[in-house]
């Protein structure tokens, strides 16, 4: 690393960089090369990427009917970089209406920021000393990787749930081996010299896809607030639950900001990230925002929004889709409506190639499919990590791109992840190569 450092004139934390390497690097080769029937047929299917085309054209036409640009307000600083008013006035609306918050949410406790991702980051800087750690639960979204140690030095700590449960990963979700797990988790770090600072939870749960109980949610805030760490939950799938009509009592969402927390935590101890981009299938159109009542870390994460400053044409964009409340709930609904057929058409695939998946989900964009069988779990862990490799080698062999178990922070070797919102013609193509590679991993064996 000081090597590195040396040859390129780099600091410390530049030459670790460095050396991590681009992470974005495979998924920009898959990008690059996209499938396409006519013109690109052996080009890559990305299934390992969390976006969703479902609403591309309804979201592309309104944009297209709603762009326009006000010099004095878009091509000038506008009224500095934590956001518009009418913005922050905008999201407050939704949390109420959506969210179900508990009270109104003041636009003053809500600050919008470039991504979650930059949201993340800069929450990291302000709440954790370089070193110092956070808990999440495993699986856990792989972007955290990059988002809590690239800039801010922040440690994760994941949060075990083996031998606690009935070993299933229905366990992420009990209120009971959640009250465990942490605990746990706690205890491990302060023998590891960790200083935890914060509980991070993604609900809708990305890569699981299911909601978290109010009766767990209640649970992680009283473990926050005996241990005093911050509690921040990523609602980044809020509105993309749907029907799934083999589990139809699945669990639905919860914000926290509707569940009653009084006499648990504090309640400047407790943070919502928001951002519209997986709800709306709009990726490329980034926005983040934070709600808190916390002054203090309101202000620490404002410091940075220079940094992280989102273009007011942007703002007002989302603020004008937000406000249009008879063409936001018709959005919102139509989208669940064409996830839940999603879903059940790549279900409905995957069973009948007898490809085990992760059942009863009902959020996000994603199916945790289940390929231990394909592991030996008395192998050695090398071994086993070749083993995905090599199965990853072969989805791309196929022009197939998933993601992976080790990635997401996997307990257990064997799980990978696959987008199911794609079009419909880019999913049946994209599970046909996966069953491909099944079946030639059958016949076969790894790693030959």
């Known amino acids: 690393m000081n090597s590195k450092a040396a040859k390129y004139h780099l ?18 080769k898959a990008l690059a090369n996209a499938w396409e029937k006519e013109r690109n047929p052996n080009g890559i299917i990305n299934l390992g990427i969390a976006e969703n085309s ?25 009224t500095g970089p934590l ?16 969210f179900k918050s508990l009270s109104p949410i003041p636009p003053s406790q809500i600050l919008p920021y470039s991504s979650i991702s930059a949201l993340t980051d800069a929450l990291t ?56 797990a942490f605990e746990r988790a706690l205890r491990k770090s302060q023998e590891d010299g960790i200083k935890i600072r914060a509980v991070l939870l993604t609900n809708p749960h990305n890569p699981l896809g299911k909601c978290y109980p109010i009766s767990t949610l209640r649970v992680v805030a ?32 919860t914000s926290m900001l509707g569940v009653d927390l009084e006499g ?3 309640e400047d101890m407790v943070h919502v990230m928001y951002g519209p981009s997986k709800d709306f299938g709009a990726n490329g159109l980034r926005l983040g925002a934070l709600c808190s009542r916390n002054e203090g870390l309101l202000g620490a994460v404002g410091s940075l929004a220079v940094f992280s400053w989102s273009p007011y044409v942007l703002q007002d964009l989302w603020a004008k889709l937000l406000e249009d409340t008879q063409y936001l709930n018709t959005f919102i609904s139509t989208n669940q409506r064409r996830l839940s057929e999603n879903y059940t058409l790549a279900t409905s695939i995957l069973s ?34 070749a083993r995905e490799k090599d199965i990853l080698r072969r989805c791309e062999e196929k022009g197939l791109f998933v993601g992976y178990g080790t ?14 919102t794609a079009r419909e013609d880019v999913l049946r193509v994209g599970l046909q190569r996966l069953v491909t590679v099944l079946k030639e991993l059958g016949e076969t064996g790894l790693m030959e």
């Open 54 to 78: 479902l609403m591309h054209e309804e979201i592309a036409s309104f944009l297209e009917k709603n762009f326009e640009v006000i010099p004095q307000t878009h091509l000038t600083y506008g």
């Open 407 to 420: 990635n997401f922070f996997t307990e257990q070797l064997g799980w990978f992840r696959i987008t199911f």
């Open 264 to 266: 648990l935590i504090e």
């Open 11 to 28: 600091s410390k934390r530049g030459a670790e960089n460095f050396s991590a390497g681009n992470h974005w690097a495979p998924i920009e």
């Open 125 to 180: 800087w302000s709440i954790c000393d370089e070193g110092e750690g956070i808990l999440l639960p495993q699986p856990l979204y792989t972007g955290f990787r990059v988002d809590i140690p690239q800039r801010s030095r922040g440690v994760i700590v994941p949060v075990s749930f083996s031998g606690i449960g009935n070993g299933s990963l229905d366990d992420v979700f009990s209120a009971q081996v959640n009250e465990i």
């Open 83 to 98: 956001g518009s008013l009418r913005l922050r006035k905008a999201l407050s609306n939704l949390f109420t209406t959506h």
């Open 222 to 253: 009283a473990f926050c607030g005996r241990h005093g760490l911050h509690l921040i939950c990523d609602e980044i799938y809020a509105l993309s639950v749907f029907d799934n009509p083999v589990y139809p009592a699945a669990e639905t969402f």
């Open 352 to 385: 009948s190639h007898d490809v085990k998946y992760f059942k009863g989900s009902n959020a996000g964009v994603f199916i945790w499919i289940d390929l231990r069988e394909y592991f030996d779990s008395q192998e050695t862990m090398d071994r086993r990590l």
